[in-house]
């Protein structure tokens, strides 16, 4: 079946750095769009990037762009999202998830990140 | 940018009645294919989000019948027929015609 799997979160300093990765099996990678979304503590669904199956584009929400990057190794059916100079607003848990028809029809368990001093 | 609205943003319903939320977008979410991309999600106490209906009215498989979605241009509703003890949750609407963007969230709660 369609799975993904988040792993990386953890603490980090602000303007310091850290990286997502998000796992896939049970579909053609390559075929499939992949986003971020995060939520933080006690909050709603915030979009934050997406990249097409082929790697070759990819989009931020204004609050992450410069800062944030996301990637993709479709050789290890594996996404990334790589955090740079993350502040304190920036702590949630950041989801991965399988675009289909503009939706997002698999969604990961998510992994949280706090970034604290 | 699209700004998404849900009304209202807690919902308390009896087991066996009606629910009904409304997701409004600031511009038309109807795409040069035809195609109106509008889909709605529901987070369960402790999970991940989970689809459950695209593209305003497209039922995701496995998903009870009980949910219906409608709408067009810019004014949506999720309608859950018979609300049951296991439709707890946030229901989020998101658009998908320019990048991405959910709305608040509407938490419902049973009487």
């Known amino acids: 079946q369609v799975q993904l799997v988040e792993s990386g979160g953890g603490v980090v300093q602000p303007g310091g750095s850290l990286t997502l990765s998000c796992a896939a099996s049970?579909?053609?990678?390559?075929?499939?769009?992949i986003h971020w979304v995060r939520q933080a503590p006690g909050k709603g669904l915030e979009w934050v990037a997406l990249?097409?199956?082929?790697?070759?584009?990819?989009f931020y929400a204004d609050s992450v762009k410069g800062r944030f990057t996301i990637s993709r190794d479709n050789s290890k059916n594996t996404l990334y999202l790589q955090m740079s100079s993350p502040r304190e607003e920036d702590t949630a848990v950041y989801y991965c998830?399988?675009?289909?028809?503009?939706?997002?029809?698999?969604w990961g368990q998510g992994t949280l990140v706090t970034v604290s001093s | 940018d699209v700004v998404m609205t849900q009304t209202p943003l807690s919902l308390s319903v009896t087991p066996g009645q009606p629910a009904s939320i409304s997701c409004k977008s600031s511009?038309?979410?109807?795409?040069?294919?035809?195609?109106?991309?509008l889909s709605w999600y529901v987070q369960k106490p402790g999970q991940s989000p989970q689809l459950l209906i695209y593209?305003?009215?497209s039922r995701l498989s496995g998903v009870s019948e009980r949910f219906s979605g409608s709408g067009s241009g810019t004014d949506f509703t999720l309608k859950i027929s018979r609300v049951e003890a296991e439709d707890v949750g946030v229901y989020y609407c998101?658009?998908?015609?320019?990048?991405?963007?959910f709305g608040q969230g509407t938490k419902v709660e049973i009487k």
């Open positions: 998830a399988k675009d289909s028809n503009r939706a997002l029809d698999c």
């Open positions: 049970g579909f053609t990678f390559s075929d499939s769009g």
């Open positions: 990249i097409w199956g082929d790697g070759s584009s990819d």
């Open positions: 511009q038309r979410l109807l795409h040069s294919n035809g195609k109106t991309y």
């Open positions: 593209e305003v009215s």
């Open positions: 998101m658009q998908g015609i320019q990048l991405r963007t």
